[in-house]
């Protein structure tokens, strides 16, 4: 067996990133960015009003009450076309250029009107209440970079830079293949011997999440030629993910299916509970994750291998981050050679700490609690007993790839 940390590189060596495609900026929304994006005009466009009130030259207003000759009026999207002279004001609203000849704004609440003239009641100082060009960005300047999940503010930032395209890495396509004779789809009839097949629908819901497609192949019966024929319709995947048929009694099956199409067997095995009887490996270019079938097993190895592989295949910036942690919320034994990944719920204690306690039981069968979980709790190898209140490393199962 080989550790969780070499298994994670040699699958991410494995891993290539998708090509760019290009989308609408409406629909760019969760998408990943391929190239870096550069404004393409100034914002503001050039200096605009703060607030409704009124542009006037500031020497005009230091003495106050100072009257000042209103001669005309400038709007958002229709500014003033003449010049401010001494004397003079325009009556402008929020998001108007100013006027040339201008170089303040005073704003309504401090000046009165009168009949073709305002009464300025508070002295102006220059550049009050005025938005000078490019406060906002400049035109050339980048303020999205290659790597970024587009958030919903990002997405309206391209926008306001005037960039109608943008270039985003393909959605990843990876196809799924669920084994054995014993699992049927939800909905279908169960025989005595049977299971119901969450797999499938759970790992095309991991890659959705990840920002991938899914391409799900079925279920395919513990017969070599049967799977081959299933893995045959992978090609042109991005990545090829099967549950089931790994673990000690069954790899032969997967080996020998997979071994006629070509497949290079990268490792089998790695030192983690639960997920152990993981495989992966190339066939014809395309690589392959092999998972426990196992429902909890699975979701686990998406967790920690399909994550990794599929934000490598994205091109996701990765920032240098300190690995999440969470204080201990009871007393853990000794463990033993496999890395564990319990199954935890988080809360908060009185000092806003993160809080992370295991489920008494974590048999791997058991999805309502994998569900309930919020975190995985990572206990290493051969790690002492611990006492509860002691911090610990966790894998947080709750984050959405897109933001407001």
Known sequence: MISVEEALARVLAGIAAVPAE??????????????????????????????????????????????LKIIGEAAAGAGFKG?????????????????????????QEDAASESGAVVVKKAAKP??????????????????????????????????????????????????????????????????????????????????????????????PDEPKELLGLIDSAKGADLLVTSGGASVGD???????????????GFYKVAMRPGKPLIFGRLAG?????????????GVCAAIYLKAAMEKMLGLAKEAMPEPTALLGRDLPANDRRQDYLRAKLSFNGAGEAVATPFARQDSSMMANFAKADCLVIRPPEAPAIKQGERVRIVRLREGPVSL
């Open 127 to 220: 550049g009050e209440w005025i938005r000078p060009e490019g406060l906002d960005f400049r035109a050339g300047e980048v303020l999205l970079k290659a790597g970024t999940v587009l958030s919903a503010r990002d997405v309206g930032l391209a926008a306001a830079m005037n960039v109608p395209w943008l270039s985003v890495r393909r959605k990843p396509r990876v196809a799924l293949i669920a084994t054995g004779n014993e699992v049927v789809m939800p909905g279908d009839p169960v025989g005595a011997d049977q299971i119901v097949s969450s797999n499938s629908i759970a790992l095309a819901a991991y890659v959705r999440v990840l920002g991938g497609e899914p391409l799900n192949l079925g279920i395919a």
């Open 22 to 67: 290009t989308v609408g900026v409406a629909e760019a929304l969760g998408r990943v960015l391929a190239l870096d994006v550069a404004a393409r005009l100034s914002h503001p466009p050039s200096a605009v009003s703060a607030m409704d009130g009124y542009a006037a030259r500031a020497a005009d207003a230091v003495s106050v009450p100072a009257k």
């Open 286 to 298: 395309i690589p392959v994750l092999g998972f426990p079938g196992n429902p909890v097993s699975a």
């Open 83 to 107: 010049r401010i002279e001494p004397g003079t004001c325009v009556r402008i609203f929020t998001g108007a250029p100013i006027p040339e000849g201008a170089d303040t704004i005073v704003i």
């Open 251 to 265: 790899y032969d099956l997967v080996r020998e299916a997979l071994g006629r199409s070509g497949f290079d067997l």
